[in-house]
Every structure is written in structure tokens, then in C-alpha cells.
């Protein structure tokens, strides 16, 4: 089994910056791919960002582009997302989620951690 546990998230004021981590423990495969999402309230779950095992593969939104990296340790099971710039829209659930395969700009994940709330104020 896959454990995640986001950490990180809280209140900043819009153009401030915040890093959240994702730790992952468990059967983590050996060479998956992790992404980023997030949930607004009244929206869908968005994909925002994702790495591969190498790092050399990334995705990001264009809703974040310029604005959030995507970093990974795998010696410590980690992958964190910088995010800066923020803006009021950035308010929502965070959500790190693993795969052992596919495609690194694809939804499908099989893995997902409780998540981590984000309050951009204005």
C-alpha cells in the first residue's frame, strides 16, 4: 500500500508564496510519477503539476506556469510544489497523488493523500 501526506498549506495574502510538501511511504514503485492537483470549491479536481521518477519529465498547467515548481528528493520520498505569486484563484484543497506509470500529463492517478487546504486572501 501507498501512504501520502501533504503538508505545508495554510492562509497567505494574494502575491505572497507558500511550499508544499508531499511525503510518500509505502510500496512507492520504483520509478513513479507524482503529481500535484488541486480542488477548488464548485470545481473539478485539476491537475496543476507532476515529475517523474528521472525529473526530467515534467507538466504544468498553464493556470501555473511561471508560478509553481514542481521539485522532487527521492532519497527522501519527497515532492515539493513552490508556489508563488499566489493569487485568490489558488484557493483550495491540495492534493498530491502517485502512479507507478503513464503519462506524465495524464489525470489518472491510483494513489491519493488527504490533501492540504490553500487560502489565497485578497
Known amino acids: 500500500q501507498v501512504q501520502l501526506v501533504e503538508s505545508g498549506g495554510g492562509l497567505v495574502q494574494a502575491g505572497g508564496s507558500l511550499r508544499l510538501s508531499c511525503a510518500a511511504s509505502?510500496?512507492?514503485?520504483?520509478?513513479?510519477?507524482i503529481g500535484w492537483f488541486r480542488q477548488a470549491p464548485g470545481k473539478e479536481r485539476e491537475l496543476l503539476s507532476a515529475i517523474t521518477w528521472s525529473g526530467r519529465n515534467l507538466y504544468s498547467a498553464d493556470s501555473v506556469k511561471g508560478r509553481f515548481t514542481i521539485s522532487r528528493d527521492n532519497a527522501k520520498n519527497t515532492v515539493d510544489l513552490q508556489m508563488n505569486s499566489l493569487k485568490p484563484e489558488d484557493t483550495g484543497v491540495y492534493y498530491c497523488a502517485l502512479k507507478s506509470t503513464g503519462i506524465v500529463a495524464s489525470r489518472n492517478y491510483d494513489y491519493w493523500g488527504q490533501g492540504t487546504q490553500v487560502t489565497v486572501s485578497s
Open positions: 509505502g510500496r512507492t514503485f520504483s520509478h513513479n510519477i
